[in-house]
Each structure stands twice: as structure tokens, then as C-alpha cells.
């Protein structure tokens, strides 16, 4: 008996395999993206990291899963294990095909918006783009470690990351220049020792008086500004730079209706010392919380 057509949906994720089939056969490892575009959650046998992880992960594990899991660390350029049993399943709802741009000797910078477009022409050298939904990919040849938010709209990925495929691009491979590399700082990743080396030792701190426009209450502000300020001081392994960046965002974002000012300037400095008390360079802690600030756009 003649079998009807597979419907018009299963199509696409048949398509993705046969891209990742041929990525992998010129040497860069893909795994399969599911809706949202992004990796597939760990199976119940590594949820938690309780296999250890992958070998190539930052903590190396004895991880032997055969399925999908721990998202760019599963990419792959074996055909056997692309074409599995065990990650079949993941093919079947695939809605993109991703690749880990480190293993393949890359570095890729993720361009989210015309005006981190126009920034890369000003000062990055021409390297192979591609067009992404907002902005640009620019890639280089050699790795670097990841990074997000390392200014306005870039994010930098290359070791330990996964990006989109969108396509081969257009123009040649650059090597990967040291104005790139220079974007991502190396975050200390021990707690500081005695005193805090600081430019700027005494710094503002929030109170009502430099916040006359906004519409929060003070004990509101904060409240809300102790916890973020917590969070930062508990990151005393690492990733402190990281959470300094997401608390400044955080912040930002509930003051985008007030009218201001909402002394703004005084919580991002109180952050950055929060940061730089757990041993974050200042230099990296002032970025990565005027980028966190500046993201949302809210009232000084």
C-alpha cells in the first residue's frame, strides 16, 4: 500500500541531520537545537551533572551517555552517534542545527544589532560574516575563551559555547585579532587576599536624596539592592563578574518606567564594589556593570 507523504513539518528535521552530516564531515561538531533554538535538556542519568560531565567540559567527567546531553559539550562530528538510535529522538523535534565553534577551531562574534554591526566595521578587521535574524556572525580562525554582554549587542563564542548555523557566509577567514581577544578580560576566579587594590576606594552609595524622580518606595530600592549585592559576594569561586552584570541588568530594569532620576550611577558603584571586594578585576567589574546598566535604558 502505497504510504502518504510524512507531513510538511518532519521535512525540515530531516534536512538538519543532512546539514549536520556534512558540517561534521569537514570537521565541526553540531548537535541538534530544539524549540526556542536552543540544546536539549540532560536525560534523567545526568541531570544535575551526577555523570560528572563530559570530558571536554570545564570539569572533565566520566560521562558515556549516549544521548544529547550537556548541550555544546554532545556536539559531535561522528556520523555514527549523529545518526543513533539514542539521538534520533532529538532530530525528530530539531528546529536548528547548532555547531561548537572552539572545536572547530573558531571564534565566532555574535553581532545582535545593526549598531554592534556598524561597531564591528569601525573596529574589527573584515573577516567571513553571516547574516543572523537581528544582526551578524563574524568569524575568525582561532579560539578564545566565551563571553556575553563583553560590550552592547557582542557576545563572543568560541571554547565551551555552541553557535546557530545560519549558513557558510561570505568572504574569507581572518585570524582571530587581538582587538577580539581583548574584549573578554580574564575574570579572577580565587577570592582577593587582604586589602582590595581599588582606583576608587571610597565609593557613592544609593540613598533617597540622589533618587528624586523615582517612583519606588526606598525600602523597595533597598531591598532590592541587598540581595543583588549578595548574590555578587556569594560567587567567591568564580562568575562573580558575570553576576554583577545580570544584578546591574536586573536593577536597571525596574526603574525603566520612573521618570528620574533614580541614582542609578550609586548602584551600579555599590555593585562594582561588591564585585571587586571578591577579587574581580575593577576594570572588568566597571564594564561588565555600565553594560548591565546601559542595556535596559533606565532613568540615571
Known sequence: ????????????????????????????????????????????????????????????????????????????????????????????????????????????????????????????????????????????????????????????KSRMSYARWLGPGTGPLAVLPSTVRALVDKEETTPARGAVVSSSPARAEWDRTVATGCRHTERYVRTGLRRGLDMVRSHTESGAGSQAFGVARFLAAQHTKCPGPCGLDAIGQQIIAAAVSVGVPEAYAERAVTNGLNSMGAAE
Open 1 to 156: 500500500m502505497h504510504q502518504p507523504d510524512p507531513p510538511r513539518r518532519d521535512r525540515p528535521a530531516h534536512e538538519h541531520l543532512r546539514t549536520a552530516l556534512e558540517l561534521a564531515r569537514t570537521g565541526v561538531p553540531v548537535l541538534p537545537l530544539r524549540q526556542g533554538k536552543v540544546p536539549f535538556g540532560n536525560c534523567r542519568t545526568c541531570a544535575g551533572l551526577a555523570c560528572g560531565g563530559r570530558p571536554n567540559m570545564k570539569t572533565p567527567g566520566p560521562c558515556l551517555c549516549p544521548a544529547v546531553c550537556h548541550a555544546w559539550a554532545a556536539a559531535t562530528t561522528d556520523p555514527t552517534v549523529l545518526t543513533s538510535s539514542a539521538w534520533a529522538p532529538a532530530w525528530r523535534q530539531a528546529v536548528a542545527v547548532a555547531y561548537h565553534p572552539g572545536g572547530a577551531g573558531l571564534t565566532v562574534v555574535d553581532l545582535d544589532n545593526p549598531r554592534a554591526v556598524a561597531w564591528a566595521h569601525q573596529t574589527l578587521p573584515a573577516t567571513r560574516t553571516v547574516p543572523t535574524t537581528r544582526g551578524e556572525h563574524w568569524i575568525y580562525r582561532g579560539t578564545m575563551p566565551s563571553a556575553n554582554q563583553v560590550r552592547p549587542g557582542v557576545d563572543i
